[in-house]
């Protein structure tokens, strides 16, 4: 669900004010660079994930921005592996001005699930596609019910 022009101005509010934090002074150097867009486009994915404005979101869309919408950016090799750590930071952030009720711990318990789905050049892994039946063989009976084998019935 696409945000409202409200919604969307709060959640770049909401990332601008996590850079005049104390949390966000302590980042390093080279995460600072990336925190305020990496936490407006995780914000803006939960949002648009459960179709509700930044206050009202959850774990659902916390998982959501996380595991699809987050390995998919193009973000420094040194940023890739601390972007839970630095989203669970500026949750953290918003919780302490009364903005949000938490999803800092579900965040970072989400971190191993995050780093699975990322690629190492960058990127997302798109995860395998399994089967729902198991593929029939040349010599197994036809799934037609005819008794015969497959490759004298159906598989001609």
């Known amino acids: 669900m696409e945000l409202s022009p409200y919604d969307r101005e709060r ?7 996590f850079a005049e934090t104390p949390a966000f002074g302590a980042l390093p150097p080279a995460e ?5 867009s990496l936490a407006a486009e ?15 979101v959850g774990e659902a869309g916390f ?18 592996p601390r972007a839970p750590e630095i ?24 971190g191993p699930a995050y780093l699975a789905r990322c690629k190492a050049g960058g990127g997302a892994r798109t995860p ?3 089967r729902g039946t ?6 197994d009976p036809c799934p037609c019910g005819s008794g015969k084998k497959f ?3 159906c598989g001609e």
């Not at 770049?12 to 004010?17: F, G, I, N």
């Not at 600072?32 to 305020?36: L, Q, R, T």
């Not at 669970?88 to 800092?104: D, I, W």
């Open 87 to 110: 989203l669970a930071t500026f949750l953290e952030t918003l919780q302490a001005q009364g903005r949000l009720s938490g999803g800092a711990a579900f965040v970072r318990a989400l």
């Open 128 to 130: 395998p596609v399994r």
């Open 11 to 17: 959640v770049e509010t909401w990332s601008a004010d």
């Open 42 to 56: 995780f914000l803006r994915a939960a949002c648009e994930a459960e179709g509700s404005g930044p206050e009202n």
């Open 32 to 36: 600072k660079e990336a925190a305020v």
């Open 134 to 139: 198991p593929a029939i063989g040349r010599n």
């Open 151 to 153: 490759k004298k019935c």
């Open 63 to 80: 998982r959501a921005a996380m595991l699809d919408r987050i390995p998919a950016l193009d973000l420094p090799e040194e940023i890739r």
